[in-house]
């Protein structure tokens, strides 16, 4: 069990680009969650996926914002037009149990 | 969402046992209460759960009032490596229910040698 990846660990971009982060959860996990976190602040639920099927999607995540989880295996999550609002620590988790998330040790995002 | 009210911070030395408080008097039947803890440059991690009685795990003690509104984590014997920030979550465990996790700002522990 080599717990939750996330790829890129940094990444730096100039605003108004696309950007695109993934996630490779605990292999027998069905549920995989994105949270996002600002210094200081605890992290914020984005969305969440149970095996393929995106089953919730905070106000949070305008529409420059996109998640997938094809067959139900690793997660993207894409910000169009990054804003500078954006800058912030991408996480990912996953679950199986409804107990337990498992957190990756997420992507920090900087937008100048 | 019941929400949870926890100290800013909080100070300890190293070996003595640690009591982290955490208010939720909004608290409804159906949620539990969870503790996860983040440790410097690193995401969250899971540290125990619990709904009405006391649990103990490798990790910490969760003591929980009768009236449940309110709860505390016991670290027997903090650690340099304890020293984190400490969210104490309700989560709202039912059919259906997302299970996403809603954290505060939560308790900064700083230990000390």
């Known amino acids: 069990d080599t717990g939750v990846s996330q790829d890129p660990r940094h990444k730096i971009t100039k605003r108004g680009q696309n950007v695109t982060f993934r996630c490779d959860p605990i292999?027998?996990?069905?549920?995989l969650y994105w949270y996002r976190q600002t210094l200081g602040q605890g992290p914020e639920f984005l969305t969440y996926?149970?095996?393929?099927?995106?089953?919730?999607k905070s106000r949070l995540l305008s529409n420059r914002f996109s998640a997938e989880r094809p067959k139900g295996s690793f997660s993207t999550l894409e910000i169009q037009r990054t804003e500078q609002g954006d800058s912030a620590m991408y996480l990912c988790?996953?679950?199986?149990?409804?107990?337990?998330?498992?957190f990756g040790p997420g992507t920090r995002l900087t937008v100048t | 969402d019941a929400k949870t009210t926890q100290p800013n911070s909080m100070e300890s030395n190293e070996e003595e046992p640690v009591h982290l408080p955490c208010n939720h008097s909004?608290?409804?039947?159906?949620?539990?209460i969870h503790w996860y803890r983040q440790l410097p440059s690193q995401g969250p991690e899971y540290v125990i759960h619990?709904?009405?009685s006391n649990v103990n795990n490798r990790m910490a003690s969760l003591a929980i009032a009768e009236d449940r509104k309110s709860s505390t984590l016991i670290l027997h014997r903090a650690t340099l490596r304890d020293a984190a920030v400490y969210y104490c979550?309700?989560?709202?465990?039912?059919?259906?229910?997302?299970?996403?996790?809603?954290f505060g700002t939560g308790t900064l522990l700083a230990v000390q040698p």
């Open positions: 619990g709904l009405t």
């Open positions: 292999s027998e996990h069905n549920r």
């Open positions: 979550i309700l989560r709202a465990v039912y059919g259906g229910a997302t299970n996403k996790l809603i």
């Open positions: 988790a996953s679950s199986q149990m409804i107990y337990e998330q498992y």
């Open positions: 996926f149970q095996n393929e099927a995106q089953l919730e």
């Open positions: 909004t608290i409804s039947g159906t949620d539990y």
